[in-house]
């Protein structure tokens, strides 16, 4: 089945600065691909739909400038957090989007990146 | 938007039983109804899935049925074993685009 890479899986930080999310598509190419955050024991809120070749498209009470993406290949989408504080700490999640013709795009996840600012 | 009600939120079934997960949808133009199943510290995986334009499928173990007209699906696992312990969740979109997932279910099998 279709594979989706994230790294890293766990990164513990310094309040203040910034850490970037990398998210590919391993065996097929994604124009889009989304970014999900999880709080414990909750499920997936949609932060942002990354387009590639274009801007970033930001779900309602997402800060653009705090979480930035760049999708610059059909392979690879990045997330920063930006001056990250400690109420950023969540489980970040990709997924890519492989369209296969009609009805068989699916979306497949990455296994997440844990972000604890201290 | 799509609002996607999920229940129940957790379900502790017996080894062999079966387990149901049902889960509604708001938005009628929703087409694509994927379950993924996801195990602790991972990223959610696809089970299966369902489009609107059929009201049942099967994969071995796993059925999923869709009621457009109700707008709920549910999921289907029987046989359940240990492995199958782990958070599910469904979700709804409209053209496989933009998933709203459901609040999750928790399942433990009982050895």
Known sequence: ?118 | GENVEQHPSTLSVQEGDSAVIKCTYSDSASNYFPWYKQELGKGPQLIIDIRSNVGEKKDQRIAVTLNKTAKHFSLHITETQPEDSAVYFCAASINDYKLSFGAGTTVTVRA
Not at chain 1, 78 to 103: K, N, Q, W
Request: some cysteine; aromatic content about 10%.
């Open chain 1, 1 to 118: 089945g279709a594979v989706v890479s994230q790294h890293p899986s766990r990164v513990i930080c310094k309040s203040g600065t910034s850490v970037k999310i990398e998210c590919r598509s391993l065996d097929f190419q994604a124009t889009t691909m989304f970014w999900y955050r999880q709080f414990p024991k909750k499920s997936l809120m949609l932060m942002a739909t990354s387009n590639e070749g274009s801007k970033a498209t930001y779900e309602q009470g997402v800060e653009k400038d705090k979480f930035l993406i760049n999708h610059a290949s059909l392979t690879l989408s990045t997330l920063t957090v930006t001056s990250a504080h400690p109420e950023d700490s969540s489980f970040y999640i990709c997924s890519a989007r492989r369209e296969a013709g009609g009805a068989k795009n699916i979306q497949y996840f990455g296994a997440g990146t844990r972000l604890s600012v201290l």
